[in-house]
């Protein structure tokens, strides 16, 4: 009897290997980590967020260590699409895993153009439009914090796009009821949560802000309950796919966001410090499965047990 567990999930048309992608900001352009392991072995990784032009980001201090996290304020530096195409692009081709192109713009029209230098690539597998950066003044936030911006920068890409979108949500709101389903009423294909937390550290000695950019964002397993609740919340609220992110550093992690209803994962922070984190994941993942007697980890997604009317979210 065949006793291979099936990792695969479907998500926006999509089939994935597995439910492990690497997240956008933590996993250079992929090519960075082909010195690790076979990148292909990954369900996909998103790229590093990618405008128009080439982004310097922000001056240093762009990183600094938390308690159980870190907190960033990089800036979005990137190469722009049009060097991702060129460069990058071509040697990805022999890797057989999906790339999601994380991308941004300051204005839709921006985010427009993007999406558009993209559709002639099939390598690129689908787009997750970051409208959820804290870390810069224009370009993220004022879309992802604005209901009314989010649909019409979902709809405006859906429209232009030939390939997936994916909306990548910002946890530093109040409702993200609101956001998850204008996403999903603007066309959106999938939801992606969540980005960093915003947040500050200060040098008491010289009482100044750690980050050049004075706050940033905070991400690793800081954030992972909250981040759970986030995804859950979601996930409860709208019928697309959601792809859960925060704080993952094993299979356990993973697992909790998929209980919670996330039909795969990503995982940012852990990459620094065990670039290999993502194989780990996935064979700790399998590893569940077969000790648990779990042919499909389909089975597993949204199951997550709780009482009539026990949900009392604040
Ligand atoms: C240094 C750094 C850079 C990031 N850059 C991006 C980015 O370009 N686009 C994006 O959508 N998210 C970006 N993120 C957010 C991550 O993709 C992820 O959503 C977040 O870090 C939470 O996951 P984690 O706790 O596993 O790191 C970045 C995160 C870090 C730490």
């Known amino acids: 009897m065949d006793t291979a567990v099936d990792l695969s999930v479907d998500i926006s048309g999509l089939h994935f290997r597995n439910p492990v992608l690497a997240a956008s900001g933590t996993f250079g352009y992929g090519l960075e980590f082909t010195r690790f392991f076979d990148i292909s072995e990954l369900g996909g990784f998103c790229t590093k967020g990618l405008s128009l032009e080439p982004l310097p980001g922000n001056p240093p201090g762009r ?7 870190m907190l960033n304020a990089i800036g979005l530096e990137n190469v722009g699409v049009k060097s991702f195409i060129r460069d990058k692009l071509p040697p990805l081709e022999r890797y057989d895993t999906h790339i999601i192109a994380n991308i941004f713009g300051k204005t839709i029209e921006e985010f427009v153009a993007i999406a558009g230098d993209l559709n002639p690539h099939q390598k690129v597998s689908a787009l997750e439009l970051n409208i959820s950066c804290p870390n810069i003044k224009e370009g ?21 796009s030939n390939k997936p979108v994916w909306v990548k949500l910002s946890p530093n709101v109040t409702d993200i009821t609101v956001f998850a389903r204008v996403c999903e009423d603007a066309g959106a294909d999938a939801l992606t949560l969540v980005n960093t937390f915003l947040a500050m550290s200060i040098d008491v000695n010289k009482r100044r802000p750690m980050l050049s950019n004075v706050t940033g964002g905070l991400s690793g397993p800081a954030i992972r309950p909250m981040a759970v609740r986030l995804v859950h919340q979601a996930a409860q609220t709208v019928d697309i796919p959601v792809v859960g992110i925060g704080g993952i550093t094993s299979a356990r992690d993973a697992l909790e966001f998929m209980v919670a209803g996330a039909m795969a994962v990503q995982i940012g922070t852990a990459n620094y410090f065990d670039p290999i984190v993502c194989v780990k ?16 980890i389909k089975e597993i997604i949204g199951t997550l047990e709780v009482r009539e009317g026990q949900f009392l979210y604040y």
């Open 63 to 69: 990183i600094t260590e938390t308690p159980a996290g």
């Open 140 to 160: 993220g936030i004022q879309f992802g914090h604005d209901p009314d911006m989010t649909y019409k920068v979902v709809e405006a890409v859906k429209k232009i």
């Open 281 to 296: 994941v996935i064979r700790g993942l399998r590893r569940y499965c077969e000790e648990n007697n779990i042919s499909d």
